[in-house]
């Protein structure tokens, strides 16, 4: 994963007609609402292992 994942859709007025900038790498431009914007994909969450494969919820317990 490179972070060149396109996106499909302008994040703040949601047009489709989006067109990469000169800005560089992860970053776009929306021809519809004229905003430039920036991508950068952050890392894996680590989310989605909190819970063993055994069932056993490792979340905190409130009860202590
Ligand atoms: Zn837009």
Redesign the pocket.
């Given at each position: 994963m490179s972070g060149r994942a396109a996106p499909f859709y302008?994040?703040?007025?949601?047009?489709e007609?989006?067109r990469p900038s000169e800005e560089g790498h992860g970053s776009w431009e929306?021809?519809?609402?004229?905003?430039a914007f920036k991508l950068s994909f952050l890392g894996l969450l680590a989310r989605g292992l909190q819970r063993g494969e055994d069932g056993t919820a490792r979340e905190g317990n409130p009860k202590s």
């Open positions: 302008c994040p703040y007025c949601g047009d007609d989006l929306c021809a519809a609402c004229n905003r």
